[in-house]
């Protein structure tokens, strides 16, 4: 029972359904298709800054004295993570779109998530305090190494990253986060103080960028580009994956001989992928109708997460 009020109470899950729902029933199209466009643009950037402002610098610092776990976490999220995503690439590639199974890739590249890693850390009775300096540390590497890591891999797949696109990457992500950092020290408190409306505002413009993306694969024929058969294939990657994420994190931890406390960090941390930095991060790398192809894996893998970690947690805290 207290799983399902889990999951029922995490408003994000029905907002990133709510937007995918949205698009298939109701793509922006035409003049309105440029004003969400103008306003998507800006919640990026909006998101971004916020992260900038939220993540502690001090946070970060303190975090990194923990080498072994924290060094682990890294290695998995941008290493073996990346290896899974690249492989499960290669592999249905033969089955998939092309643009789907680039999507697998992609989702290999991103960070872990920041509030839902933390906060299910925090219901599993975990070390709560380095999950929030993993994941500030995470997704402050992420900002930079994913475009990297994504540019470098996915050449060999025929994507190019011109240097137009390099430098939208600068303005819109790395600007931003840049500023929020360096007026940290003066926003931080507001934006603290009014947790649930920056909140609000963060995820509102996730569901935006996802919207305009899967509304513009709506109108280039998504549906018919990607059958029920395929589909099918791309829930059994899932899977897989999610099973090599979710089990390998926990023996791994297991392993390393890490306490218990700090192996529920690494398993929350290292299996799950951040959607705040996907989605807009596609949203500049691919047109539109190719954008909402690539990130099919990553809606799917971000929402199933969370399903898993749910019971997961309340499981494990009773250990």
């Known amino acids: 029972m207290q799983t399902f009020r889990l999951i029922l ?4 899950i029905w907002l990133l359904s709510g937007a995918v729902l949205l698009a298939t029933l109701f ?15 800006a919640g990026i950037f909006l998101i971004f800054l916020l992260h900038g402002i939220r993540l502690e610098r001090s946070e970060v610092r303190s975090g990194l004295s923990n080498v072994r776990l924290q060094g682990t976490i890294f290695i998995w999220v941008f290493g073996v993570m990346l290896a899974i995503g690249l492989t499960l690439s290669n592999v249905v590639d033969q089955v998939l779109p092309a643009d789907v199974a680039l999507g697998f890739l992609f989702l290999g590249v991103l960070p872990s998530t920041v509030q839902s890693a933390t906060s299910y850390c925090a219901i599993a009775k975990g070390n709560v305090a380095a999950s929030v300096v993993a994941s500030a540390f995470i997704n402050l590497a992420g900002v930079l190494l994913s475009p990297l890591l994504f540019a470098l891999l996915a050449s060999a797949a025929g994507v190019e990253i011109t240097t137009d696109t390099v430098f939208k990457i600068a303005a819109i992500l790395v600007l931003p986060f840049a500023l929020g950092q360096i007026f940290q020290r003066w926003l931080r408190p507001f934006v603290m103080r009014h947790k649930d409306f920056t909140g ?11 919207y305009v993306s899967f509304s513009a694969a709506i109108i280039a024929g998504m549906w018919n580009r990607v059958s029920g058969f395929e589909f099918g294939w791309l829930a059994l990657a899932l899977s897989i994956w999610l099973l090599l994420a979710f089990a390998g994190t926990w023996v791994l931890g297991g392993v390393m001989g890490f306490a218990r406390g700090d192996r529920k960090t690494l398993l929350f941390s290292g299996a799950q992928k951040s959607v705040a930095i996907g989605a807009p991060l596609a949203a500049i790398l691919f047109v539109p109708e190719r954008a909402g192809l690539v990130i099919l894996p990553l809606i799917f893998y971000h929402l199933a997460q969370l399903f898993i970690s749910a019971p997961i947690a309340v499981r494990l805290a009773k250990d």
């Open 27 to 41: 793509p922006v199209q035409g003049q309105a298709e440029v004003i969400a466009r103008i306003a998507f643009n």
């Open 9 to 12: 109470a995490d408003k994000f």
């Open 200 to 210: 609000w505002l963060d995820k509102g413009a996730i569901a935006l960028a996802v």
